[in-house]
Structures are given as C-alpha cells and as structure tokens.
C-alpha cells in the first residue's frame, strides 16, 4: 500500500511555477522523502530527495513541511520537456536482513502546455 | 555511469506459457528491484534483492519466481502467463542515495 496521496493530475502552461504536493501524514522518523518522474515508455528517473530540510538541485526545489507530514516539489519554469508523472515515494529505512524496500504509488500527471 | 538494461524490450507469449525476463547493471549496486506497470497504474513490486542469491518477496510475488545468481544480474520468470496479459515490468537497482531503472520490458499475452 503507498503511503503517500497526490492529486491524479496537474495541468500548467509553459514558463510558469508548478507546485506538486505530496502528503504522507503516517512517515516515520528515518524515512526519505524521494521523488521520480516517468515519461511515457521510459522507466522512473531520480529527481530529488530529502529527510528534513529543504532541499534543491538543478531540476527542483523540495519544500517539507516542518511536521514532515507532507512535501512539496516546486518546479520553476516549466517547459514541455517536464511533462511526466511524478512520484512521490518514501524510502523504508532498512530493516534487518532486508534492505530497502521502495513502494510507489499512481503518482501525479503533471501536464504543460505551449 | 552505469546503465541497467532490460532483455527483450518486447515479449509476447501465450497463455500459460513459461516467460523469462533478464536484467543487467553495471553500477555494481547491491540491491535490485523488479517492478509491474499495468496502464495508467503505479509500480507494483514483485520481487526485490538486497545481495547475490538474495530473494525477498514483494507485495506481488505470486504467479512469479527471481533469480539473483550474480551481483550484476536479476532475472524474472512469469511461471503462467494469463490471456490477455499486458504490463511493462520495470528492473531497477539501489544506490546510495538514488534508484536507477531500466526501460522496461513490454509484455503481450495472447
């Protein structure tokens, strides 16, 4: 079972700002915060993570919420190319003699138009 | 870089069948994950491996068997195939931060 809601789909226009929220009110104490995005006939690719603090790469900024309760992956100025589903997932920290296990839910359909 | 690749990109096979997918990685990561992707739908986990001649089960790990026999490679067998089948099963392995995937295999039963 994923442990974490997205809206099913977003819709945005070239250029502008695009909040994708996550919410994952049951997340324990050493769970990462891990996001992916997936383009039609590829597999998921890395976009960033976080545990507590906020963090920020080339691809986006990830805001947490200070309770941890929920997250969200802010992507400035999108272009058409940034069109995916997005996932939020969390990392299950690892368990004795099982290492990680990584669940993933339907994610959120981010769609950009010109 | 590394690169995880997935063999055959295509597969179909008939009800009932016997079907084997193969994946590679050479980032030399210990873990590895095999993955169900029907339309629309989320990724559904079937098996995943921590180490050589590791198994663990996922949460859809009926119907199906794995095979870690070396670090680099994480096989999947479909023990019966189901009529009508269609799903993209999707390799991936662990890094220390990131999760690197394959481009799937595409699987048809006819």
């Known amino acids: 079972d994923a442990k974490t809601t997205q809206p099913d789909s977003m819709e945005s226009t070239e250029g502008e700002t695009v909040h994708l929220p996550c919410s994952h009110a049951?997340?324990?104490?050493?769970?990462?915060i891990y996001w992916y995005r997936q383009v039609p006939l590829q597999g998921p690719e890395y976009v960033t993570h976080?545990?507590?603090q906020n963090t920020t790469n080339s691809m986006a900024f990830l805001a947490i919420a200070s309770d941890r309760k929920s997250s969200t992956l802010i992507l400035p100025h999108v272009s058409l190319r940034d069109a995916a589903v997005y996932h939020c997932?969390?990392?299950?920290?690892?368990?004795?003699?099982?290492?990680?296990?990584?669940?993933f839910g339907k994610g959120a359909k981010l769609t950009v138009s010109p | 870089g590394g690169i995880i690749t997935q063999t055959p990109k295509f597969l179909i096979g008939q009800e009932g069948q016997k079907l084997t997918l193969k994946c590679q990685q050479n980032?030399?990561?210990?873990?590895m994950y095999w993955y169900r992707q029907d339309s629309g739908k989320g990724l559904r986990l079937i098996y995943y491996?921590?180490?050589?001649?590791?198994?663990q089960k996922g949460d859809l790990s009926e119907g199906y068997d794995a095979s870690r026999e070396k670090k680099s490679s994480f096989s999947l067998t479909v023990t019966s195939a189901q009529k009508n089948e269609m799903a993209v099963f999707l390799c991936?392995?662990?890094?220390?931060?990131?999760?690197?995937f394959g481009k799937g295999t595409r699987l048809t039963v006819v």
């Open positions: 991936a392995s662990k890094g220390r931060t990131e999760v690197f």
């Open positions: 049951t997340i324990s104490g050493n769970e990462y």
């Open positions: 976080g545990l507590q």
């Open positions: 997932i969390l990392r299950v920290g690892r368990q004795q003699g099982t290492g990680s296990k990584l669940s």
């Open positions: 980032f030399n990561h210990d873990t």
């Open positions: 491996s921590i180490t050589e001649n590791d198994l």
